[in-house]
């Protein structure tokens, strides 16, 4: 069974710094594109941060310039560098990733249960 499990997050003062990880285990073959995604209360789901297993990366407008991601593809890993953090950051931060296991040959898409990120002003 494949599972993304997050941490990092916290409770931060405006202009701070924060590194969220996120790292796939279980019965995977491949795993093709990760990202962040993240949703303030009252708000949808919304596109944080993609990156693809060649190291392409695609950010949202809001964050561009603020936050970072990478990933270790030998640990199945994703990160999050956020920088510069605002208020408005604010919210549950989910990790997803488009993965192979063992036992199925198609990509499925998986995604963690979230971490919370508190900005304070």
Not at 22 to 41: E, H, L, T, V
Not at 44 to 62: H, K, P
Request: proline content about 2%; hydrophobic content about 35%.
């Amino acid at each position: 069974q494949v599972q993304l499990v997050e941490s990092g997050g916290g409770l931060v003062q405006a202009g701070g710094s924060l590194r969220l990880s996120c790292a796939a285990s279980g019965s995977i073959a491949s795993i093709n594109d990760m990202g962040w995604y993240r949703q303030a209360p009252g708000n949808q789901r919304e596109l944080v941060a993609t990156i693809t297993r060649s190291g392409r990366t695609n950010y949202a407008d809001s964050v561009k310039g603020r936050f970072t991601i990478s990933r270790d593809n030998a640990k199945n890993t994703v990160y999050l560098q956020m920088n510069s953090l605002k208020p408005e950051d604010t919210a549950v931060y989910y990790c997803n990733a488009d993965i192979i296991s063992v036992r199925s040959p198609v990509f499925a898409n998986y995604w963690g249960k979230g971490t919370l990120v508190t900005v304070s002003s």
